[in-house]
């Protein structure tokens, strides 16, 4: 995009290089008397990526240069910033908070990946952060310190005359997707997001809070959603979510990642609520223009003519400290090993792939166990061919989780697989976006099995997404336990030692309840990068096995 200029007219918006498109809802019958046009600036799912696509620095230059010739311009975030690269987990988001506090962003929102370090550390975090805060749907049921006490549900910002109203909106699938451990205590969880099974808990609580402040004189309020807006995320997701509500007049969205410039859906009296959403890793940047005619227009930058020297040169120094530890050399492989289809799709999550029956088999291997697992969601990005650094490993293995083995029956191991496979279909592509994604989905090491996507998913959920139960015919069949060298069928009352990482064996992560009852052999034997690492040092002359992108076979689809 060129240097940015008044965004007056449709005609001036649809000819700037770099904005995708514009949705702009109709003019409020009474027009404003701001005296400029508000822009409002926003990012979400940085996922540390602070220096990839536009950037920090690109955008730092874009709100700078905004400012010269507007009155009225503000910077938000929609959640998972700290997390998703190693400049965030060598410092357990430190770094991604400080590069925001240089930023000088106005109001940000908690992602479920905001959580992946801990609650201590999220809560350091948080009062790291120099900008206000907003989560309006955390409910604490604990008996220590509730981490979210001073978070405010809502800021008001005034621009001249024109009061906004930004809500903060957490993923009730916070407990899942990051690490259900963590919102426990006295393995009890005592924090929930209003969560239930329709998702009328969250809408109506969200409501209360949107209805208290245009009483206190909101003339628009924007909720910042870390929902999604796929089906995957239903009943909580940003589309339902505005069927349920009424009086906001913005979703921006995060947490599934979507392109959304600009669509508009009815809320619950049927009228039209704005909804964008920027992607991931800075690929955009997504501009709210509050028109002083009480027009509302979303667009999507993705590249800027300058970038602010200052935020470059923090990110290259931050990038430096750490440039001589993750630059070291591992090992060379000979092809890549990979999380994506030949589109740069992601199937990790719904497919067997190279990168997942490598990952299975270091925790396989390294604990010399029967069976190894590794869950689609940890299993973070590709590693191409030629030299493998630490950081390559650490990109696979953001999360630092440590490695251990279970004793676990044959059933468990059924339920695990069951529960993995609960979103997948049929298809992994559909309108250019992957679909039947979860994190929960199972790479597998001394196993094979078939999945039937014909037969609904008969796993029932509690109300904090937990497995409960698993009910009617199963999805998961045909499956065989690699035994004395051959594939023989799996025995449910046989036990069988299984290695992986802590967030599935002892924290039922993604909800994966199936291990809870399972006896623990070894608990943090090791950090799961340095287990990858030992497995690949020991192997990278051995990797033929490897070579189709897809794997050997042992995770059917039909």
């Known amino acids: 995009m060129k240097v940015l200029k008044s965004l007056l007219s449709i005609l001036f918006l649809i000819t700037i290089t770099g904005c995708q498109n514009v949705s702009v809802e109709s003019p409020k019958e009474e027009p404003s008397t701001l005296e400029d046009d508000i822009y409002i600036f926003y990012t979400s799912d940085v996922h540390c990526g602070v220096d990839e696509n536009l950037g920090f620095a690109g955008l730092k230059a874009l709100v700078e240069d905004t400012k010269k010739e507007h009155v009225y311009v503000s910077l938000v975030d929609v959640g998972d910033y700290i997390q998703g690269g190693t400049l965030g987990s060598l410092t357990k988001g430190k770094a991604i908070i400080e590069l925001m506090n240089a930023m000088n962003y106005d109001v940000v929102t908690i992602g479920n990946h905001e959580f992946d370090y801990g609650i201590e550390e999220l809560s350091n975090r948080m009062h790291e952060m120099n900008c206000p805060i907003v989560a309006s749907n955390v409910l604490y049921r604990g008996t220590k310190k509730n981490i979210f006490e001073d978070i405010p549900t809502y800021i008001m910002k005034e621009y001249g005359p024109i009061k906004v109203a930004f809500i903060g909106v957490l993923t009730p699938s916070s407990i899942i997707t990051s690490t259900p451990k963590y919102f426990m205590e006295d393995g009890k969880i005592v924090y929930d997001f209003y969560s239930e099974e329709e998702g009328n808990a969250l809408a109506n609580h969200v409501q209360s809070i949107v209805d208290e402040a245009r009483q206190n004189g909101a003339d628009y309020v924007v909720a910042l959603t870390h929902l999604g807006s796929t089906s995957a995320e239903e009943p909580y997701d940003s589309i339902s979510f505005i069927h349920k509500t009424n009086g906001i007049d913005v979703v921006l969205d995060g947490h599934s990642h979507s392109v959304i410039i600009g669509d508009k859906y009815p809320n619950k009296d049927g009228e039209d609520v704005l909804l964008s959403s920027v992607g991931t890793k800075m690929q955009n940047v997504g501009e709210l223009i509050i028109g002083k005619d009480g027009s509302l227009t979303t667009l999507l930058i993705s590249e800027y ?121 049929g298809i992994t592509v559909l309108d250019d976006n992957s679909v039947g994604e979860s994190g929960a989905f199972l790479q597998v090491s001394g196993l094979k099995y078939t999945i039937d996507t014909s037969i609904p998913s008969g796993v029932v959920l509690d109300e904090n997404n937990m497995m409960k139960e698993i009910v009617g015919e199963r999805r998961v069949q045909d499956v065989m336990v690699l035994k004395d060298g051959e594939y023989v069928p799996l025995d449910p009352e046989e036990t069988y030692l299984v290695a992986g990482i802590s967030y599935i064996l002892y924290d039922n992560g993604d909800g994966n309840t199936a291990f809870q009852d399972a006896e623990m052999v070894e608990q943090g034997a090791m950090i799961d990068v340095d287990a990858i690492r030992q497995y690949l040092e020991q192997n990278s002359g051995n990797l033929e096995q490897y070579q189709n992108p897809f794997g050997e076979g042992r995770i059917t689809v039909k």
């Open 305 to 425: 003519n300058r970038k602010d020297e200052v935020i470059e040169k923090l990110i290259t120094d931050k990038i430096a400290e750490q440039d001589l530890l993750l630059s070291e050399k591992v090992t060379e492989i000979p092809f890549p090993l990979v999380i994506t289809d030949e589109e740069n799709h992601r199937i990790v999550r719904s497919r067997e792939t190279n990168l997942g029956d490598f990952v299975a088999d270091a925790y396989r291997e390294v604990m010399k166990a029967d069976i190894g697992f590794a869950n689609g969601g940890g299993v973070r990005a590709s590693i191409p061919q030629g030299e493998v650094t630490l950081r390559n490993l650490l990109d696979v293995a953001p999360f630092q989780n440590t490695v251990g083995t279970c004793k676990a029956s044959g059933q468990q191991i059924l339920d695990a697989l069951e529960f993995g496979c609960k979103e997948t279909q």
